[in-house]
Each structure stands twice: as C-alpha cells, then as structure tokens.
C-alpha cells in the first residue's frame, strides 16, 4: 500500500496476527504512524512496519514461531465495499432466523 496518499484521521486496516482497525495519526517524510487497540506504530512507504516499531513493539527483531512476530502491515479500507458486505451479510442473518424461528415464533399478520 502506498502511504504516500494517506491522510491523518485516515481509518486502515493493520494486518499481522488478524485484522485491526487503525487510524492515521501523524504523517512522517518517509511514511505514517498509525494508532490501533492504544499502541503506535510505524509504517515505511510501501505500508510495512518498520523495523524500529516492531522492535519496540516486540522488543525484540528476531523471527519467532508464528505471524505475531513478523511485521505489520498497513490495507486500504474501502468503506463502501464494507457497507455492502454488511448488508449482504445482514440479509442473509435475517432470511437465516426467519426460515429457522418462523413455524415457533409466526409473526403477526
């Protein structure tokens, strides 16, 4: 991802042992810092943690078992995507918990 067209209060997607929600908080000449779940952290140009951050984050650089050790990495939200993912979402629940609660719970005509 390219951090150059980010701007702060900007939301992001931080990726590394999962997803997590993320905002710009500060732009720096050769990337951005990012706030999410009360930590910061550093991101390069190209959207990866930079070695400074993570070995604060970690307190360490080396390469342990598993993805929380490697660096994080910053993905570009895209709102409307989300928006529509939720309401299909949504659709499906509601269909779901009428074919399964409709015959006890019948709804008023």
Do not use: H, I
């Not at 067209?5 to 997607?13: A, E, G, I, R, S």
């Not at 732009?27 to 706030?35: A, S, T």
């Not at 930079?50 to 660096?71: A, F, I, V």
Request: net charge negative; hydrophobic share 30%.
């Amino acid at each position: 991802m390219d951090t150059k067209t980010l701007v702060v209060d900007q939301n992001v997607w931080v990726f590394g042992c999962g997803w997590f929600e993320g905002t710009v908080v500060r732009l720096l000449p050769d990337g951005v810092e990012v706030e999410s779940g009360g930590q910061l952290a550093q991101f390069d140009n190209d959207g990866n943690e930079t070695d400074d951050s993570r070995y604060r984050r970690l307190g360490c650089l080396q390469n342990g078992p598993g993805p929380e050790w490697g660096p994080l990495e910053l993905r570009e939200r895209d709102r409307e995507a989300e928006k529509a993912q939720e309401a299909k979402a949504k659709e499906a629940r509601d269909a779901w918990c009428e074919r399964m609660f409709s015959n006890f719970y019948p709804r008023p005509k």
